[in-house]
């Protein structure tokens, strides 16, 4: 009977994978959603992922995963060797490094998890291992009929697949659903699980939150919500999910609905497996051995600041308040979560983030007088005493390039402390009026050769700290060293307080 199930559920994948692939013959026309989705999926493939089919469980349950080709169990086919070189390149940094960190991309409801994080997929992974998995009945992902509709099952079914294809540690990166899955995992599982990032979403769904959630978006049901019948659903859906308005045709809509939305009856299920009663959820962040890392965007119309004062009762290490369009009375959350939380909890904001912190106690925030700087990059001068925190040990640009150039940094060591100016990224049109700045609660750490603001702090709840410029941007050199001095300043300041 098993062997059976497993027959048909192994059958349904395939042509759920030949649904996603879209091989069309005979001189089919492409919609225009199925354009994009093999434009993501040769994306994906030029960053040298693949897509594989994993049996997890002898019932027939299947988990549709894209893994980077050169940890494929068997050797490449004729297909894949068309990115040979650059397998060779990874292999040869992996034995150099000593082993790449393995990242998983847990997708949201909105897609399945190459067009979740295709973007994300091409930028980390020349650095990183990465595996972008379908949850199930999402792409290629299937179970039997009667299966466990919990974020448990998923994040069971996942960590089978990585076990299966080789992953012994891993950080989990979770979007929306996909972060529900990620703390699970972590919980079940944290000899695989080292560390968690999640952006949008929740420990729990408790019955409350979810009450609380459907009300203010006017939906009867996350299904009405999330799994709409109709384009204007769609439209409503995508309007709640992202900030800036945008416009497409009704007809790429239908398209994507058609090519996305399917599994109703069993993606119905998962939403009502989501929520737990509030007596239930009883883990919190605090509890987990991991790292966690809780990412919301500043104008996040779905959590709220109710859901962030919940937020403290997590216990979180640290807030990161990230760039964002708009000013920061548009921001969402932020400026409350800066009063609320910012007195316990280490908060980092970048760019909007720094506005909103200036904001928040008492600052203008003012149109550049200088030119509008987008892309830029800028010498940023910062006071050593006060801005020690953020800008302790950073290199001298001409340090960097000319030792990754010549390969003598014996020689070139003399210039290495010389990091002040250091070289930032500068993506704003805003910034702190100098005039107005809140010098009895905040104290500027960093500025440009004209006197903008580029970095503050609070005077007496150090711990809160912002950059006007973007530390993970490529043409902020130092960007890294910046945000993991931040990380060490959460350490330090834990051990003080143990």
């Not at 990183?128 to 290629?140: A, I, K, Q, S, T």
């Not at 979560?337 to 928040?360: D, R």
């Not at 014996?410 to 100098?434: C, G, K, W």
Request: hydrophobic fraction near 45%; charged fraction near 25%; glycine fraction near 8%.
């Amino acid at each position: 009977m098993a062997t059976a199930c497993a027959h048909d559920c192994k059958r349904e994948v395939n042509q759920s994978l030949a649904r996603k692939v879209v091989i069309l013959q005979d001189g089919e026309p492409r919609t225009r959603s199925q354009e994009t989705a093999g434009a993501v999926q040769r994306l994906a493939k030029m960053a040298g992922l693949r897509q594989r089919a994993v049996d997890v469980d002898d019932a027939g349950t299947v988990i549709s995963i894209w893994v980077p080709k050169d940890k494929l169990p068997a050797g490449p086919t004729a297909e894949e060797m068309e990115m040979e070189m650059e397998t060779e390149r990874r292999k040869k940094e992996t034995k150099r490094d000593g082993g790449r960190l393995s990242i998983v991309l847990l997708h949201g409801f909105a897609g399945d998890g190459i067009l979740t994080w295709v973007l994300q997929v091409v930028a980390l992974a020349r650095h990183y291992d990465v595996y972008v998995p379908d949850l199930l009945f999402f792409g290629g992902s299937v179970s039997p009929a009667g299966a466990d509709q919990t974020p448990g099952f998923q994040a069971e079914c996942v960590a089978a697949a990585l076990r299966r294809l080789g992953v012994e540690r891993c950080v989990a990166v979770g979007f929306s659903y996909g972060g529900f899955v990620a703390f699970k995992m972590a919980e079940a599982d944290p000899a695989l699980v080292v560390s968690v990032v999640a952006t949008g979403s929740l420990v729990d769904m408790t019955r409350s939150t979810s009450e609380a959630m459907l009300r203010r978006l006017g939906a009867a049901s996350f299904a009405e919500f999330l799994l709409p019948n109709d384009v204007a659903g769609l439209k409503s859906l995508f309007a709640a999910g992202t900030y800036r308005k945008w416009w497409l045709p009704d007809r790429v809509l239908s398209d994507y609905m058609k090519l996305m939305i399917f599994n109703r009856k069993e993606r119905t299920q998962l939403l009502e497996g989501l929520v737990v009663s509030d007596e239930d959820a009883t883990v919190v962040v605090r509890s987990y051995r991991q790292e966690i890392l809780l990412l919301w965007g500043d104008n996040d119309s779905i959590f709220n600041m109710e859901l962030a004062r919940s937020l403290k009762e997590k216990n979180p290490r640290g807030i990161l308040i990230s760039p964002g369009p708009g000013e920061p009375q548009d921001s969402g959350i932020s400026l409350q979560t800066i009063l609320e939380l910012g007195p316990t909890i280490p908060i980092f904001g970048v760019c909007m983030g720094l506005q909103c912190i200036g904001e928040a106690f008492g600052g203008k925030i003012i149109r550049a007088p200088s030119r509008v700087m987008h892309g830029k990059s800028s010498p940023v001068y910062y006071d050593e005493k006060l801005g020690k925190a953020l800008f302790n040990g950073l290199l001298n640009l001409w340090y960097v390039l000319l030792s990754k150039a010549f390969r003598v940094d014996a020689a070139l060591a003399p210039f290495a402390s010389m990091d002040n100016p250091f070289t930032a990224a500068r993506y704003h049109s805003l910034v702190i009026e100098q005039e107005t700045f809140p010098h009895d609660a905040l104290e500027a750490t960093a500025w440009t050769e004209d006197g903008l603001i580029m970095a503050a702090r609070h005077k007496k709840y150090k711990h809160i700290q912002g950059v006007q410029f973007h530390p993970e941007s490529i043409i902020t050199p130092e960007g890294k060293k910046i945000i993991l001095n931040f990380v060490r300043f959460i350490e330090e300041l834990e051990k003080q307080r143990s």
